[in-house]
């Protein structure tokens, strides 16, 4: 199955932009990658792999990029794509802020347009995976108050003493 993504349009929520990522923002996401503190190299090397699909081909990588700017500034980042053999769902990779950002709504602002471009491309439920650890707590109350659902834990899966979190956010209730 083959879907096409549009761009993003640009959705201003006063003063905060979240648009398309251009290539150009690729320093300042991995920046923002690295400031929060929680995320390995080999992480913050996956982010750059996968920024580069997304721009030699958003459609063939599966991946698509949103960033969140005030001022010209990148304050933040998503990551989403549709979800492979299905028809409804799409998987949230990443919602980055820059540490200076946090606390300003730029994840809350992330997430309505990654809800919005999940839409627009006919799905209805977003899947995020998200880690247990210790340093991951503020993640999953973001998505918890957001109004995503706890639906699993892993044990052990991404290492021993760290599981898999899979929060569920359906865009059909």
């Known amino acids: 199955m083959f879907i096409t993504l549009s761009p993003c349009r640009p959705v201003t929520l006063s003063p905060l932009i979240v648009s398309s990522s251009l290539p150009e ?17 080999e992480e913050i090397a996956t982010v750059q792999e996968l920024f580069e699909g997304y721009q030699r081909d958003p459609v063939a990588s599966g991946y698509n990029f949103l960033s969140c700017t ?36 730029v994840a809350a602002a992330l997430l309505r347009a990654v809800e919005d471009a999940v ?15 210790p340093d991951y707590e503020p993640a999953r109350r973001f998505y918890q108050r957001a109004g995503c659902e706890l ?22 209730r």
């Open 70 to 105: 005030e001022g010209g500034q990148l304050l933040g980042f998503a990551c989403w794509g549709p979800t492979a053999l299905s028809k409804g769902a799409a998987d949230l990779y990443w919602i980055c802020t820059a540490r200076s950002a946090q606390g300003r709504g």
């Open 119 to 133: 839409r627009a491309a006919g799905r209805w439920l977003i899947v995020i995976w998200t880690s247990s650890r």
């Open 25 to 41: 923002e690729l320093p300042a996401i991995l920046d923002a990658s690295r400031s929060v503190g929680v995320f390995t190299a």
């Open 151 to 172: 639906q699993t834990q892993i044990t052990d899966f991404y290492d021993r003493g760290e599981d898999l979190c899979v929060f569920v956010r359906r865009l059909d």
